[in-house]
């Protein structure tokens, strides 16, 4: 078993609009200088928040699934696609599929926060495909309790949230005083972000916005004395494609 810890400081960082979103990035592009290059097919991770109103004008996409996870706030998503205006609160998500092409355009309002994630789908096959757009509400998602701790699953058993990215699950983990273990599959890495508080995983203390990948593990033990809100994406170590993060290494 492997755990490393990639605290906010060895992240990425951008900005839109003069800095009214700031952005730490576990994985970023190579303008950002993280330490952490794309993998698995994880090709980008921004936590964004919002220091006052403000839109991301209109831009495109191709290829990839881009996810955005409301953690705080409201924001609200416009594309080429819906010709509207849609409006997603905390705990709320959505997926563009950019396929073959979409613009699109984001608002988040005064002290919202995000996770924006892409997700490396097989380009090879996705950029034939027409764009589609979902968003899904925090209560469509399933949640159990066990030990004090919260699981959330926003991609896998039970949810209704549906990629072609293969092999990803996500999850949220929310302790007050407690732990929790989550069975961990052979040939799959898992990408940790603690969002609140800070907790030990698999031994290893993680504190907020520290960003930890976990490879070799028979489970994943999240414990917490303070509470703790962490947010999980289990993900192939070998997708079975290659990747445009391998392609661009490559090229």
């Not at 492997?2 to 303008?31: L, M």
């Not at 997926?95 to 613009?103: E, F, K, M, Q, V």
């Not at 703790?228 to 994406?233: E, P």
Request: charged share 25%; with cysteine; net charge negative.
């Amino acid at each position: 078993m492997a755990v490393k810890i990639i605290p906010k400081e060895q992240q990425g960082y951008g900005a839109f609009n003069g800095g009214e979103i700031v952005e730490n990035k576990p994985i970023g592009f190579p303008q950002d200088h993280s330490s952490v290059r794309p993998y698995s097919n994880l090709f980008y991770w921004a936590h964004a928040k919002a220091m006052t109103d403000s839109t991301i004008g209109l831009h495109p996409h191709q290829g990839f699934e881009i996810c955005s996870f409301v953690l705080k706030g409201e924001i609200r998503h416009y594309d080429t696609k819906l010709k509207e205006w849609r409006p997603l609160k905390a705990g709320d998500v959505q997926i563009i599929r950019a396929g073959n092409g979409i613009s699109h355009s984001e608002f988040l309002a005064k002290d919202g926060e995000i996770f924006q994630i892409w997700f490396d789908p097989d380009l090879t096959k996705t950029l034939d495909k027409p764009a589609s757009y979902d968003d899904y509400k925090s209560a469509d998602f399933p949640v159990k309790t066990e030990n004090g701790a919260t699981l959330k699953t926003l991609a896998g058993a039970g949810s209704p949230f549906t990629m072609d990215t293969p092999g990803v699950e996500i999850f949220q983990i929310e302790m007050e005083n407690g732990s929790y273990s989550l069975p961990a599959e052979k040939g799959k890495i898992y990408s940790a972000y603690v969002i609140e508080g800070e907790a030990l995983l698999n031994g290893e203390d993680a504190k907020e916005s520290d960003f930890v990948q976990i490879t070799e593990a028979a489970k994943i033990e999240f414990q917490t004395l303070s509470g703790a809100k962490v947010f999980v994406i289990a993900s192939p170590e070998n997708p079975g494609y290659r990747t445009y993060g391998q392609l661009r290494r490559a090229g």
